[in-house]
């Protein structure tokens, strides 16, 4: 099968994502076919470092102008794992022109723009969850 053939893809989230999304041509290629056929895109916690990468068919960052959200600079922090980190989720998103959100740390928040969902930190994870199908049942 083919990303044409899904309804929607999620990112979970995890410090594992910093190896296996970064730079991933075949997730960037899987995530960018489904968000441009407008197929719901969802990531959470640390997924959504998958979204870097992704841009638009006109060259823009996926995220630019979107409400986003993901595991936030302070929650990075209290964790003591920025150094390790490719990058700061919050930072990153801010720099590339996303309209980053975020509730205080460890709490749950999701971000709905469109049919690109995401979810700040693994207390947002049903949240997230619950609004990527709400979206297939539209």
């Known amino acids: 099968f083919t990303a ?10 995890g410090h594992g994502t910093g190896t296996d999304f970064v730079a991933n041509p075949t997730l960037k290629a899987a995530i960018e076919t489904m968000y441009n056929s407008d197929k719901v895109v969802g990531a959470v ?38 150094e390790l980190v490719p990058f700061l989720l919050e930072t ?13 740390d460890w709490m749950s928040k999701v971000c709905v ?9 693994p207390q947002s994870s ?7 199908v709400a979206l297939l049942g539209k």
């Open 45 to 82: 916690c640390h997924g959504p470092v998958c979204l870097e990468q992704c841009t638009t068919p006109d060259g823009a960052p996926i995220v630019k102008g979107k409400k986003v959200t993901g595991f936030s600079n302070t929650e990075e922090e209290v964790v003591q794992l920025t």
């Open 113 to 121: 723009d469109g049919k690109l969902v995401t979810g700040q930190n």
């Open 92 to 104: 990153k998103f801010k720099e590339q022109g996303g309209l980053y959100e975020k509730a205080g």
């Open 4 to 13: 044409k053939d899904l309804d929607a893809i999620y990112m979970c989230g």
């Open 126 to 132: 049903e949240e997230c969850a619950n609004a990527v």
